[in-house]
């Protein structure tokens, strides 16, 4: 597998975030619709049996990348209040410079805290319920709240991180471009979620393995396999999925809640460090029981050593 970036341009705020799971499962609709169901379920057939086309990151602010997990939990050296302080401040930085990241993920920790860095806002917009068969708005309880998301002014474009399979290039590409032209996640259909590629798939060798490493970073949330490693660090949080495309009008569209470690965790590996770890999820649809759900680690070598 060799590794890319591609940089997005959004065109306007987005009430889904962009994290690998939902982006595949975007694409996957896509694929539907250009290829047909028998070529995706050939597709989806490779992630189910270990051997994934592609896998990605989740959408990351910018260059910058996701602090990982352990770095909360390392002992500053020195006593009294300014490593104390030191320490603490570490514990609320969840996003490095490419050189910072490059820096801790090959055993340097010494990090200086630098501040909370602005990447993504998010904002609370009201909206009015309209009553179908008046086709008007202002009825008590119409109002409803949309919780929405945006780049802070720092950062231009959001980047994902792909691991592709020779052949595959440029069948990924045509699947985000014609992404762009549908838009990304809720509320897409008045806009939201709009965005543009910026260039082209560019090679990326910033994860390149090397000497030394003995555990992997996962930039995307991800599900662990039966036999992943296990002794690490990392965060979890719980996913509320529901079906997209034309299954959001099955009647009962909401899949099962899922636990996934985050962006960040991190796990000591014996032997060589694989592109991927993690698997799909079957049985996540009640109703829809064809539908799988991504959850690969897209694995960065790194050193861990506390």
């Not at 820096?103 to 009015?128: C, D, Q, V, W, Y």
Request: with cysteine; charged share 25%.
């Amino acid at each position: 597998m060799k590794t890319y970036r591609l940089k997005l341009k959004p065109q306007s705020s987005f009430l889904t975030p962009w994290q690998a799971d939902t982006i595949l499962g975007s694409m996957c609709w896509i694929m539907a619709w250009r290829e047909g169901e028998e070529e995706l379920a050939k597709f989806l057939q490779g992630y189910r049996n270990g051997d994934p086309a592609f896998v990605l990151s989740d959408g990351m602010p910018g260059d910058l990348l996701p602090a990982p997990a352990y770095l909360s939990l390392v002992e500053q050296r020195g006593e009294g209040f300014d490593a104390f302080k030191k320490a603490k401040e570490l514990k609320k930085v969840s996003w490095l410079s490419p050189d910072v990241f490059e820096s801790a993920r090959k055993g340097n920790l010494e990090i200086e805290p630098s501040g909370a860095i602005k990447t993504f806002k998010t904002f609370t917009t009201l909206h009015s319920s309209i009553n179908r068969i008046s086709g008007t708005t202002g009825e008590e309880g119409s109002l409803f709240e949309l919780e929405e998301h945006a780049l802070s002014e720092s950062e231009q474009f959001i980047s994902i991180y792909l691991k592709i399979k020779d052949g595959w290039k440029d069948r990924v590409f045509a699947l985000f471009k014609d992404l762009s032209f549908t838009g990304y996640g809720k509320k897409k259909s008045v806009g939201k979620g709009a965005f543009d590629i910026i260039g082209q798939l560019e090679p990326f060798n910033r994860f390149d393995d090397f000497e030394g490493s003995n555990g992997f970073m996962s930039l995307s949330n991800f599900v662990p396999a039966k036999n992943n490693p296990t002794d690490g660090f990392y965060k979890t949080l719980v996913k509320y999925g529901k079906l997209g495309g034309e299954f959001t009008f099955c009647g009962k569209p909401f899949k099962k809640p899922l636990m996934m470690l985050t962006a960040g965790s991190s796990f000591k590996v014996n032997g060589s460090i694989k592109p991927f770890y993690g698997r799909m999820v079957e049985g996540i649809a009640p109703t829809k029981t064809e539908v799988v759900q991504y959850g690969y680690a897209f694995a960065v070598p790194v050193v861990i050593n506390i």
